[in-house]
């Protein structure tokens, strides 16, 4: 167990439609990534917050968006879904302290998303 | 943008056979990074090595880092069922700053044949 919760584990909607998907870190971590994972992509980093801020953008459409709370969890909506957005998004967390870029990530279980 | 491959995608032993994936990166990397996922589950972090030619072990698995630091390997001596799995490699974007972006290459399915 990574210590690392994501919520749901399994989403199934329609094209059009829109989502949020939830990701508690591990206690102590304060910074959240999300990635997404398709079988022809690997694993595509979306964001990075840290300690609420955003820290690092990568390949994040203009139709998703995150965020990070107070409490230090995250939420990654996804709007407009398309049928390529079906995909495995995983949450990771790490405890990155300053300018330090030594900290492994662990992953949550992951949310697979269905768009049909 | 920085970019990480890994070789082979695939790579089907016989159990008790040793196992090699590779890791380059375009840019040079402050450090590497390698995870573990099992099938229908999610990357485990493995290790980290941080200095040039570094080289690490866990058991059956050796990791090295380049000189360069543009290049990484992970080596499974004796393979086992146990290891089956996607191997990933990862490194940080070096853009100085507070830019950190973990970077995955698309890993190695390995399979092995008990």
């Known amino acids: 167990d990574s210590g690392v919760t994501q919520t749901p584990k399994h989403l199934i909607t329609a094209t059009g439609q829109r989502v949020t998907l939830r990701c508690s870190p591990r206690s102590g971590d304060l910074s959240v990534y999300w990635y997404q994972q398709s079988l022809d992509q690997g694993l595509q980093f979306l964001i990075q917050?840290?300690?609420?801020?955003?820290?690092a953008k990568g390949n994040i459409l203009e139709r998703f968006s995150a965020q990070q709370f107070p409490d230090l969890h995250s939420e990654l909506n996804l709007s407009s879904l398309e049928l390529g957005d079906s995909a495995l998004y995983f949450c990771?967390?790490?405890?990155?302290?300053?300018?330090?870029?030594?900290?492994?990530?662990?992953f949550g279980n992951g949310t697979r998303l269905t768009v049909t | 943008g920085q970019q990480v491959m890994q070789i082979p995608q695939y790579q089907h032993v016989q159990e008790g056979e040793d196992f090699t994936t590779y890791c380059n990166s375009s840019t040079t990397l402050s450090n590497i990074q390698w995870y573990k996922q099992r099938p229908g589950g999610h990357p485990v972090f493995l290790i980290q090595?941080?200095?040039?030619?570094e080289v690490k072990k866990q058991k059956r698995l050796t990791f090295q880092f380049g000189e360069a630091k543009k290049n990484s390997s992970l080596h499974i001596t004796a393979t086992q069922t146990t290891d089956v799995g996607t191997y990933f490699c990862a490194g940080p974007y070096e853009g100085g700053g507070s830019n950190y972006k973990l970077t995955f290459g698309k890993g190695t399915l390995l399979t092995v044949n008990p």
């Open positions: 917050y840290y300690n609420g801020e955003e820290r």
């Open positions: 990771a967390s790490s405890y990155l302290a300053g300018e330090s870029y030594n900290s492994p990530l662990h």
């Open positions: 090595l941080v200095k040039s030619g």
